[in-house]
C-alpha cells in the first residue's frame, strides 16, 4: 500500500476542497451495502462522527472485504469526494484498504447496537470505541484543559502535593493503607499493636484523601495555588456519586476569606461549563439525545445565573417549613445534622431553581481547620450544591490563629504529633487563607448529564471492584 500522510477524521470532516489523495485509519463501527459496493462508517476517535468510505467491490480482494467487520480495525488510501448521502458532506473513495485488526464477529462484544450502561461497564476495556464513552471521554479531557487553562491565567501555580501521606488527621478511618509488610507475619508490640517501625516509611502510612494541608503550606510560599491529582477514600458507600479513587481540583489562596473563595468557586466553575459549550459540542449534543433531553439548557442556565448564597441555618429554616407544609424527606432534617444529598437537591432544585453556595455550618460536622465565627457555633464552610448532584464543591476559609486551631485540635482529639509541620504555618507569618475542593468526576457528572460516576471515569474503583 502506497505510504500516505494520514489525516484524522476531524479534519477530513471539516475539508471544503475535494479530489485530494489521503491515508485514514479507524475501527470499523459498521458496514453495509450491496453486491457492488460497501459503505464502511469509520471511526477514530477524533470526534463523534464517522467518516464515510465507500469502496467499489470490484476493485477489492473478496478475503479482505470479508474481514471488514464490527470492531476491525483499518487504513484506506482514498480520495475525498464531495458526498450527497444524509448526514455528511465528505466521503473517502477508497483504493487501497489494509486491513491492520480483525476483530472476530463471534467474541468482539461491542456487536449489538444499544449496550446498557451497565453492561458497558463490565466491559470497561472496550466501552471507549463507543459514541458514549468516547463523548465523555473527549469531554474528560478538555475539562482537564479547562481547569489548567483557568488557574493559569490567573497566576495560580500548579503544584503537586504527595500522594502517599504519614497524617490521617483528616480521613481517619476511610484511608488506604500503604505497606510492604508481610501480612502472613505481622509483628505486633506487648500490647498488640502492629509495630510500624520496620515498614517501608518506618511509620503507618496512606494514600491520601485530599491534598489541602501540604497546598496550605504552598499557598504561604507561593500565593495562589492549586492541586489537581488523585484522592483516595475507602468509603464503604455504593452511591452513584462517590469513587474510591477519584481525580480532585483543590485551589488555596493566601489572603482570600469566604466571600473571594465563593466567587473563585463559581468563576471556576462557570468557566469549566462555558469551555464546555464552546468546545465539545458535538459530544454534548450526542449525549443530550440520548441521555438527558435538558443538558444543554441547564450547562446555558448555569453560565448566566448567579448563585444563591445563603447560610446554613437559613437553609435548614427552608427545609423545616418545607417538612411543616408536607414535604417528605428520608432523612431527618434538623440545625446541627449535615445535610443529605436530598436535602440539597431539595434546595437547589425545587426551590432555588439554581446553584447554592452554602456556608457558615455547625462546626460539629466539619473539619478542624475552618475558621470560627464569632458566635462560637459556626465555622467558615462553603458548600457548593448542584442541580442532579448535589455537593460538587466542599471549602472554607481556614483558621489562621495558631491558638484557636490547636484548641479546636485538642477539643476534636485529632492525633496531630505528626502534624507539626502544619502548625508551623500558623506559627510563621501566618496569613487569613482560603481553599475549597471540586471532585473531577461530580463536575464531570453535571456537564455530561450522565446519571452514575462510574460512567465518567475510564476505569472506576468502588467496592468489590478494581477490575482493569
Ligand atoms: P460527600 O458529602 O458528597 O461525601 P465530602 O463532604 O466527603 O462529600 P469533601 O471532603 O469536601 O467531600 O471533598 C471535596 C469534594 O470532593 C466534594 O465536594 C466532592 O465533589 C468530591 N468527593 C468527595 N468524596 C468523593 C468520592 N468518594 N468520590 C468522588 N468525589 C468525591
Ligand atoms: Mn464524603
Not at 103 to 118: C, I, N, V
Not at 303 to 314: A, D, H, I, K
Amino acid at each position: 500500500m502506497d505510504k500516505l500522510n494520514r489525516v484524522r477524521i476531524a479534519d477530513i470532516l471539516k475539508m471544503q476542497s475535494f479530489g485530494q489523495t489521503i491515508n485514514v485509519k479507524g475501527w470499523v463501527r459498521t458496514k453495509r451495502g450491496s453486491k457492488t459496493v460497501s459503505f464502511i462508517a469509520l471511526n477514530d476517535g477524533t470526534i463523534i462522527h464517522n467518516l464515510q468510505i465507500v469502496a467499489e467491490l470490484a476493485n477489492f480482494d473478496e478475503e479482505v472485504m470479508k474481514q471488514i467487520t464490527t470492531g476491525a480495525c483499518i487504513s484506506v488510501n482514498g480520495v475525498v469526494v464531495e458526498s450527497f448521502g444524509q448526514g455528511q458532506h465528505v466521503e473517502i473513495q477508497a483504493k487501497e484498504i489494509e486491513v491492520l485488526g480483525t476483530a472476530d464477529p463471534l467474541t468482539y462484544p461491542l456487536q449489538k447496537k444499544g449496550h446498557s450502561l451497565e453492561y458497558l461497564r463490565e466491559i470497561a476495556h472496550l466501552r471507549p470505541r463507543t459514541n458514549t464513552f468516547g463523548a465523555v471521554f473527549r469531554i474528560r479531557h478538555n475539562m482537564a484543559m479547562a481547569i489548567h487553562t483557568f488557574f493559569h491565567e490567573r497566576g495560580f501555580y500548579y503544584f503537586h502535593t504527595p500522594i502517599i501521606t504519614a497524617s490521617d488527621c483528616e480521613g481517619a478511618g476511610q484511608m488506604f493503607q500503604v505497606t510492604t509488610m508481610n501480612l502472613y507475619d505481622l509483628k505486633k508490640d506487648e500490647n498488640g499493636a502492629i509495630d510500624y517501625t520496620n515498614d517501608f516509611f518506618g511509620k503507618q502510612a496512606s494514600l491520601t484523601v485530599s491534598g489541602q494541608l501540604e497546598g496550605e503550606l504552598a499557598a504561604m510560599a507561593l500565593g495562589a495555588v492549586y492541586t489537581f491529582g488523585p484522592t483516595f477514600r475507602a468509603e464503604n458507600s455504593n452511591t452513584p456519586r462517590h469513587l474510591a479513587e477519584f481525580w480532585m481540583i483543590e485551589p488555596e489562596v493566601a489572603f482570600n476569606d469566604i466571600f473571594d473563595n465563593m466567587q473563585l468557586a463559581e468563576d471556576f466553575i462557570k468557566y469549566c461549563v462555558k469551555w464546555a459549550l464552546d468546545n465539545c459540542m458535538d459530544d454534548l449534543a450526542f449525549l443530550a439525545e440520548h441521555f438527558d433531553k435538558e443538558l444543554i439548557s441547564r450547562l446555558q442556565s448555569v453560565v448566566e445565573c448567579e448563585f444563591v448564597r445563603l447560610p446554613y441555618t437559613e437553609g435548614v429554616r427552608i427545609l423545616e417549613e418545607a417538612v411543616a407544609n408536607g414535604h417528605t424527606f428520608e432523612f431527618p432534617v434538623g440545625w446541627g445534622t449535615d445535610l443529605a444529598s436530598e436535602h440539597e437537591r431539595f434546595l437547589v432544585e425545587n426551590h432555588f431553581k439554581k446553584p447554592v453556595i452554602l456556608t457558615d455550618y455547625p462546626k460539629e460536622i466539619k473539619a478542624f481547620y475552618m475558621k470560627q465565627n464569632e458566635d462560637g457555633k459556626t465555622v467558615r464552610a462553603m458548600d457548593v450544591l448542584f442541580p442532579k448532584i448535589g455537593e460538587i464543591i466542599g471549602g472554607s476559609e481556614r483558621e489562621s490563629d495558631l491558638d484557636k486551631l490547636s484548641k479546636r485540635i485538642e477539643e476534636m482529639n485529632i492525633p496531630m504529633k505528626d502534624m507539626w509541620w502544619y502548625l508551623d504555618t500558623r506559627r510563621f507569618g501566618t496569613a487569613p487563607h482560603a481553599g475549597f475542593g471540586l471532585g473531577f468526576e461530580r463536575l464531570l457528572l453535571f456537564v455530561t448529564g450522565m446519571a452514575n460516576i462510574r460512567d465518567v471515569i475510564p476505569f472506576p474503583r468502588t467496592p468489590n471492584n478494581a477490575e482493569f
